[in-house]
């Protein structure tokens, strides 16, 4: 059976493409999306991509990826430096979780450099821009391959 990477995006991600370029890059999520889908196909796996802006619909659907998915890549965007709800979430999972940033958050704002979902990743990748949702994909396809 084909194994399937959940790729969860957080808030306010849907408006990439429209503003601050200079920090995230010029391409919609949409045409992410499309190049995330072009990756998994290669490398023999299935992405289900998904964006919302609701904290408790991002939880609802880790725990539907925790029994569903073979690993779970997620841009909890905002959330990454305030909710426990989702740390708790990802906590819960028993197959890997890839966090991931367009962004370096690490060179960016103090309140930036902390993330709960970090506590509960297996590893991180951010600072290579759309580039990163293929980069994780194959990161999650060998961990589960
Ligand atoms: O670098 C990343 O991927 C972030 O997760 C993006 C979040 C930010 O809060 C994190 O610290 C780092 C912000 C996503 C909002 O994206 C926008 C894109 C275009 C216009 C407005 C917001």
Redesign the pocket.
């Known amino acids: 059976m084909t194994a399937k990477i959940m790729v969860l995006n957080?808030?306010?991600?849907?408006?990439?493409?429209?503003?601050?370029?200079e920090?995230?890059g010029t391409e919609t999520l949409a045409s992410i999306e499309a190049k995330t889908h072009a990756r998994a196909a290669a490398l023999g796996v299935e992405v289900d991509f998904r964006q919302s802006n609701d904290e408790g619909e991002l939880v609802t659907w880790i725990q539907e990826g925790r029994t569903d998915c073979a690993a779970i890549v997620i841009?909890?965007?905002?959330?990454?430096?305030t909710s426990v709800a989702i740390m708790d979430a990802l906590q819960a999972c028993d197959i890997p979780v890839i966090e991931?940033?367009?962004?370096?958050?690490h060179r960016?704002?103090e309140?930036?450099h902390h993330s709960y979902i970090s506590l509960a990743a297996t590893g991180i990748i951010?600072?290579f821009g759309s580039h990163?949702y293929e980069v994780a994909v194959e990161a999650a396809a060998k961990l589960v391959g």
Do not use: Q, W
């Open positions: 957080g808030p306010n991600l849907n408006l990439l493409g429209t503003r601050e370029p920090i995230y841009n909890a965007a905002g959330y990454t430096h991931l940033h367009l962004s370096n958050i960016r704002e309140f930036r951010c600072g990163g």
